[in-house]
């Protein structure tokens, strides 16, 4: 694991803060002023000076706990450590501590009694077989006076959490636990953190839903899992007894998430990929099929042959929704509600900084999309983009009808280099190049000779076409630029045509 020493912009030299991490995808959060690791492997903390192993919270397990057992249950056994605490009240003549748990550990143990310190075999022994604490005098009489602390290591625990992938913060109104998922062994399991302590999941904080669970998101109050074939809502409440619960149920059992990195919140709604395409949940506080929005339907004839879906990932930027699946990324834009696909990108993840949008690849190389303002933005890793926008197949409303296209209206948003050139494809022919046109503004900064242009207006002219179709049934316009360095906007499209004889 390596931190710069500089802003991302101004990259100078790594400075590795810890080894050992595994080749794995790694999953960040921050809390308490601290960023905490999960890399499937190991559970890590970074105060922004060192990185090292998360040190388990140690749990009371039972407290008002006579010397001989009983007492009451306090809190649950911490699955990350193997360390636990007992209460004891004692009577000022027992010599003899029976703890909760037998088959200690080795780990030196340690005592507070009546305040003060001691530890193993400086005032008391310990019978680990049997899990005894002995004294050599009895302490004092007192209510909890006496905090035995020692060691008993449940194989298996800690890997339930350290295996976990992703994770996100919940607790009502206010993000107090950390909730977690994604272990491949335990792939249908949620734990739990203590309030406000990421170094601390009870035993027993834990639910089990019906299949794997693919990620988390949030919806007002509520906490949404995401499972393979539906989603469960997970709510705060206050018991009877004044402390914290979170009970869930399920809100939705025919449309899941496929992919965990699908997961974005698009206008405080939940949006993921699932089998079936994009969906967006839109009400979360019912279980009823009709509570979740089909949004990918224009695209799911391509995006549901994508190979690799469960490995989707997605990032909201600009007001839109990206979808990466192999090379290619689905943009839904929506404030419009329309699709974009753009290709040749590479992404296996995304990171949106100080207003610019990364994305990393699978062979370790970073790329940032240029912004609009930028000079020579309009480019694909310096090869020319291929933009285009085709039509639906137009009839005119009247499939019965042979018809005449006359004339195309089009405009473009004019900017420093931008061009479009126009076809069109009918029943009878595709078209060879009809119009080519540039709108290009006059940029001190970038000046073209090859393409001098005096306009400074950025209002659109609108542009005619001849198209002289005659006696088609079916038209369909193809609007395209495929030039380095060149935008292309389409503002407005119209089509002047006349109706002809019926089809015979």
């Given at each position: 694991?390596?931190?710069?020493?500089?802003?991302?912009?101004?990259?100078?030299?790594?400075?590795?803060?810890?080894?050992?991490?595994?080749?794995?995808?790694?999953?960040?959060?921050?809390?308490?002023?601290?960023?905490?690791?999960?890399?499937?492997?190991?559970?890590?903390?970074?105060?922004?000076?060192?990185?090292?192993?998360?040190?388990?919270?140690?749990?009371?397990?039972?407290?008002?706990?006579?010397?001989?057992?009983?007492?009451?249950?306090?809190?649950?056994?911490?699955?990350?450590?193997?360390?636990?605490?007992?209460?004891?009240?004692?009577?000022?003549?027992?010599?003899?501590?029976?703890?909760?748990?037998?088959?200690?550990?080795?780990?030196?143990?340690?005592?507070?009694?009546?305040?003060?310190?001691?530890?193993?075999?400086?005032?008391?022994?310990?019978?680990?077989?049997?899990?005894?604490?002995?004294?050599?005098?009895?302490?004092?009489?007192?209510?909890?006076?006496?905090?035995?602390?020692?060691?008993?290591?449940?194989?298996?625990?800690?890997?339930?959490?350290?295996?976990?992938?992703?994770?996100?913060?919940?607790?009502?109104?206010?993000?107090?636990?950390?909730?977690?998922?994604?272990?491949?062994?335990?792939?249908?399991?949620?734990?739990?953190?203590?309030?406000?302590?990421?170094?601390?999941?009870?035993?027993?904080?834990?639910?089990?839903?019906?299949?794997?669970?693919?990620?988390?998101?949030?919806?007002?109050?509520?906490?949404?899992?995401?499972?393979?074939?539906?989603?469960?809502?997970?709510?705060?409440?206050?018991?009877?007894?004044?402390?914290?619960?979170?009970?869930?149920?399920?809100?939705?059992?025919?449309?899941?998430?496929?992919?965990?990195?699908?997961?974005?919140?698009?206008?405080?709604?939940?949006?993921?990929?699932?089998?079936?395409?994009?969906?967006?949940?839109?009400?979360?506080?019912?279980?009823?099929?009709?509570?979740?929005?089909?949004?990918?339907?224009?695209?799911?004839?391509?995006?549901?042959?994508?190979?690799?879906?469960?490995?989707?990932?997605?990032?909201?930027?600009?007001?839109?929704?990206?979808?990466?699946?192999?090379?290619?990324?689905?943009?839904?834009?929506?404030?419009?509600?329309?699709?974009?696909?753009?290709?040749?990108?590479?992404?296996?993840?995304?990171?949106?900084?100080?207003?610019?949008?990364?994305?990393?690849?699978?062979?370790?190389?970073?790329?940032?999309?240029?912004?609009?303002?930028?000079?020579?933005?309009?480019?694909?890793?310096?090869?020319?983009?291929?933009?285009?926008?085709?039509?639906?197949?137009?009839?005119?409303?009247?499939?019965?009808?042979?018809?005449?296209?006359?004339?195309?209206?089009?405009?473009?948003?004019?900017?420093?280099?931008?061009?479009?050139?126009?076809?069109?494809?009918?029943?009878?022919?595709?078209?060879?190049?009809?119009?080519?046109?540039?709108?290009?503004?006059?940029?001190?900064?970038?000046i073209d000779f090859n393409n001098f242009s005096f306009l400074t207006s950025i209002f659109p002219q609108e542009t005619m076409a001849k198209i002289k179709a005659k006696k088609i049934t079916h038209f369909q316009l193809i609007l395209k630029n495929d030039k380095a360095?060149?935008?292309?906007?389409?503002?407005?499209?119209?089509?002047?045509?006349?109706?002809?004889?019926?089809?015979?």
């Amino acid at each position: 694991m390596q931190v710069w020493q500089s802003d991302l912009y101004y990259l100078i030299k790594p400075v590795e803060l810890h080894s050992g991490i595994s080749d794995n995808q790694v999953s960040f959060f921050v809390m308490n002023d601290k960023c905490y690791i999960l890399d499937g492997v190991n559970y890590l903390e970074f105060d922004g000076t060192t990185m090292k192993a998360v040190e388990p919270y140690i749990p009371t397990i039972s407290i008002s706990k006579e010397p001989a057992g009983g007492g009451s249950a306090h809190e649950d056994f911490n699955l990350l450590g193997a360390g636990f605490k007992d209460s004891f009240s004692t009577l000022g003549t027992d010599t003899v501590f029976h703890l909760s748990l037998k088959g200690l550990d080795t780990t030196v143990c340690k005592a507070e009694v009546n305040g003060v310190s001691m530890t193993e075999n400086n005032g008391f022994t310990v019978d680990r077989v049997n899990g005894t604490v002995n004294f050599t005098t009895a302490p004092a009489k007192g209510t909890n006076n006496v905090i035995i602390t020692a060691y008993k290591t449940q194989v298996g625990f800690p890997e339930r959490i350290k295996k976990c992938r992703f994770q996100t913060m919940y607790g009502g109104s206010n993000d107090t636990r950390v909730f977690i998922s994604g272990n491949p062994d335990m792939p249908d399991y949620v734990w739990r953190s203590g309030l406000y302590d990421p170094t601390y999941f009870p035993e027993n904080g834990f639910y089990k839903f019906p299949e794997d669970v693919k990620g988390f998101s949030k919806q007002y109050d509520y906490l949404v899992v995401h499972r393979v074939n539906g989603k469960h809502l997970i709510s705060y409440e206050i018991g009877a007894d004044g402390l914290a619960t979170f009970p869930s149920k399920p809100i939705n059992d025919q449309i899941g998430t496929l992919a965990s990195k699908s997961i974005q919140i698009i206008e405080n709604n939940p949006v993921s990929l699932s089998k079936n395409g994009v969906y967006m949940l839109t009400a979360s506080n019912v279980r009823d099929e009709r509570n979740v929005t089909h949004l990918s339907a224009p695209i799911d004839a391509k995006l549901l042959r994508e190979p690799n879906l469960d490995k989707a990932v997605s990032v909201e930027f600009d007001k839109k929704y990206w979808l990466a699946v192999d090379n290619n990324v689905y943009m839904y834009d929506y404030m419009v509600q329309e699709w974009f696909l753009y290709d040749n990108i590479h992404a296996s993840n995304f990171l949106e900084y100080k207003g610019n949008l990364y994305f990393g690849d699978h062979q370790g190389l970073l790329y940032r999309f240029k912004r609009d303002d930028e000079p020579r933005a309009f480019h694909d890793d310096g090869k020319a983009i291929n933009a285009y926008w085709t039509s639906k197949h137009f009839t005119f409303g009247a499939d019965e009808l042979r018809k005449f296209v006359e004339k195309v209206f089009y405009s473009i948003k004019p900017g420093s280099r931008t061009s479009v050139d126009l076809y069109y494809v009918t029943n009878k022919k595709e078209s060879e190049l009809v119009k080519s046109t540039r709108m290009d503004l006059f940029d001190f900064n970038d000046i073209d000779f090859n393409n001098f242009s005096f306009l400074t207006s950025i209002f659109p002219q609108e542009t005619m076409a001849k198209i002289k179709a005659k006696k088609i049934t079916h038209f369909q316009l193809i609007l395209k630029n495929d030039k380095a360095d060149e935008s292309l906007g389409i503002l407005s499209v119209g089509i002047k045509y006349k109706y002809q004889s019926y089809v015979k």
